[in-house]
């Protein structure tokens, strides 16, 4: 038996997906839901697991490639010495759907004794079985490419060079990044120098295409439909900082990771109370304004893949502890490029942390669907005045500079400057959070 795992539509009205990286190769022994290969779509990178247990027999598409829905990306068999030619009865689900019926799906021998799970959902324990094989060069099949790590595949991508021209060290025949220090570059994707040149280098073009195409072209939607009005103040955040000090020593924050954007975040949410227009949207279709009566705060994140906002839903209703698990987990999911598309959809506010860059403050642009995005710069220390009257001195402070940017169909300048010193007023003094 032969089936033919069609590329699914693994979001909303998804059409088309890249093909990232392959997880299995021919010959490989897997059993459902075994992960066989990541896949970029407009929005996020996604595992696609396999609704088919049995060998590997063909991979269809190579890595790179744009496939549409419900293109046969792989085939899986019982064994490698069957035809690589489905036949109807046991071709692949539809596009509509990736879930397959047991009866096309069901391995044979043991397989039989445990209930097939549903595509993407069920155990994952069970690790894929590899067949014995000897491999001298960059293994490939029916020319998919070749085998590399994804640490490989970026570092390639990154220095121009060209992986079916690198002989892997390793004896399975996957290339990893030590294999490419004896590879010089690809010239074949630069572009070479005109005549009477005097620049050196040259210039190397990567195609526009999935997450950081839809990223882009949501930015420009939003520059150009929403009236940006970027307000700004620089705060002392000492109290701030001795806040974080003390929290990382508090055993209930022992399994999370404390930092001034968490305290940011929280004086995010309390200044929302005095002023909820700041969680509202216009909605331009019905010409209406519309108050959201819970936050779902999001987190800007700089993946190797583009931008990515996923949001904590609710996070309204969180204590601190919840809210910093929160945010730990959906940035350290964000950064491997992997973030699921129901974590980024929805979203009410965002928050976008460039300090960490040394950048002191900028003018960021809404996220599509909001009102409000609050830019966090780094925290630096400086000389600042403090004390009153007689008693004013300069003292070394650790200062940080906010920025807001809102939507000014809606939100006047009052309200964003209410709402902005208030944010200012927590950061600076987390005891005022208790006036709230």
């Known amino acids: 038996m032969v089936n033919e795992f069609r590329l699914p539509d693994v979001g909303e009205g998804l059409t088309e997906a890249e093909i990232v990286e392959w997880h299995v190769a021919v010959g490989d022994v897997i059993k459902v839901n075994d992960p066989v290969c990541d896949i970029e779509t407009a929005k996020s990178v996604v595992e696609l697991p396999s609704p088919y247990a049995g060998v590997v027999q063909e991979l269809l598409v190579e890595v790179g490639a744009e496939v549409q829905v419900g293109t046969p990306i792989i085939r899986i068999g019982d064994s490698l010495a069957e035809t690589s030619a489905p036949s109807p009865e046991t071709s692949a689900p539809s596009?509509?759907?990736s879930v397959p019926s047991p009866e096309t799906s069901a391995p044979e021998s043991e397989e039989h004794e445990k209930p097939l799970t549903l595509v993407g959902y069920g155990s994952k324990e069970d690790a894929v079985v590899r067949r014995t094989r000897t491999v001298s060069a960059p293994a490939a099949a029916a020319g998919t490419g070749v085998l590399a790590k994804p640490t490989a595949r970026k570092a390639a991508r990154d220095r121009g060079i060209d992986l079916s021209g690198v002989t892997p060290a390793r004896e399975d025949g996957v290339i990893t990044t030590a294999d490419l220090d004896s590879v010089g570059f690809d010239t074949g994707s630069f572009v070479p120098q005109e005549p009477g040149s005097t620049s050196g280098g040259g210039e190397r073009r990567e195609p526009i295409k999935g997450l950081r195409k839809q990223m882009g072209q949501a930015m420009v939607d939003s520059a150009f439909t929403l009236p940006h009005v970027t307000i700004w103040t620089t705060i002392d955040v000492t109290r701030t900082s001795e806040l974080v000090a003390g929290l990382k020593a508090n055993r209930d924050?022992?399994?999370?990771?404390?930092?001034?954007l968490l305290v940011v975040?929280?004086?995010?949410?309390?200044?929302?109370?005095?002023?909820?227009?700041?969680?509202?949207?216009?909605?331009?279709?019905?010409?209406?304004?519309?108050?959201?009566?819970?936050?779902?705060?999001?987190?800007?994140?700089?993946?190797?893949?583009?931008?990515?906002v996923p949001n904590v839903k609710g996070a309204d209703r969180m204590s601190l502890v919840e809210l910093g698990a929160a945010i730990n987990e959906l940035t350290a999911t964000a950064r491997t490029g992997k973030t699921p598309p129901a974590d980024q959809a929805g979203g009410t506010f965002t928050i976008t942390n460039i300090g960490p860059f040394g950048i002191d403050g900028g003018a960021p642009i809404i996220n599509p669907g909001e009102s409000a995005i609050l830019s966090v710069g780094a925290i630096k220390r400086q000389p600042w005045v403090v004390g009153e009257g007689d008693d004013e001195r300069i003292e070394p402070r650790d200062v940080c500079t906010l920025a807001l940017s809102f939507d000014h169909r809606h939100i006047d300048g009052e309200a964003g400057s209410r709402f902005l010193a208030d944010v200012a007023r927590i950061v600076g003094d987390p005891s005022a959070a208790l006036l709230f």
């Open 95 to 97: 596009p509509e759907t």
């Open 253 to 260: 924050f022992a399994e999370v990771r404390v930092s001034p």
């Open 265 to 308: 975040a929280k004086a995010t949410l309390l200044a929302m109370r005095r002023t909820p227009i700041i969680n509202s949207w216009w909605d331009e279709a019905a010409q209406e304004i519309v108050f959201k009566e819970y936050v779902n705060l999001g987190i800007a994140a700089a993946t190797p893949r583009g931008l990515q």
